[in-house]
């Protein structure tokens, strides 16, 4: 099961945090990462995180503001946002998967992903 938490509304060059709790499994065993859901857009990865191997990937238009980690002590996979932009609006899902390696490839894997969140939405807006 995964729980996304930390959404919200930030204002332009703001900060939001998202977490996502693991239960079922341990963080180690899968690879587990964020996707975004634009208004009337498709569901687009934008980062994800392999804690076993070490592996982090990040889709362009987040890379260097946005950071992703692995607390395995709490079993959650935390978002770190930062100078938020109003294009990161959307609802954010986390989501798990055991076979996909954290690769480019998490850009366009939604559709073939079955362990999601529930999602947890962000607007950012003056």
């Known amino acids: 099961q995964l729980v996304e938490s930390g959404g919200g509304l930030a204002q332009p060059g703001g900060s939001l945090t998202l977490s996502c709790e693991v239960s079922?499994?341990?963080?180690?065993?899968?690879?587990i990462g964020w996707f975004r859901e634009a208004p009337g857009g498709e569901r687009k990865g934008i980062s994800c995180?392999?804690?076993?191997?070490?592996?982090?990937y990040y889709e362009d238009s987040v890379k260097g503001r946005f950071i992703i980690s692995g607390d395995k002590a709490k079993n959650t996979v935390v978002l770190q946002m930062t100078s938020l932009k109003p294009e990161d609006t959307g609802v954010y899902y986390c989501?798990?998967?055991?076979?996909?390696?954290?690769?480019?490839?998490?850009?366009?894997?939604?559709?073939?992903?079955?362990?999601w969140g529930n999602g947890t939405p962000v607007r950012v807006s003056s």
């Open positions: 989501a798990a998967d055991r076979f996909y390696s954290c690769n480019s490839a998490w850009y366009v894997v939604a559709k073939y992903l079955t362990n």
């Open positions: 079922g499994f341990t963080l180690d065993s899968y690879t």
């Open positions: 995180i392999s804690t076993r191997d070490g592996v982090v």
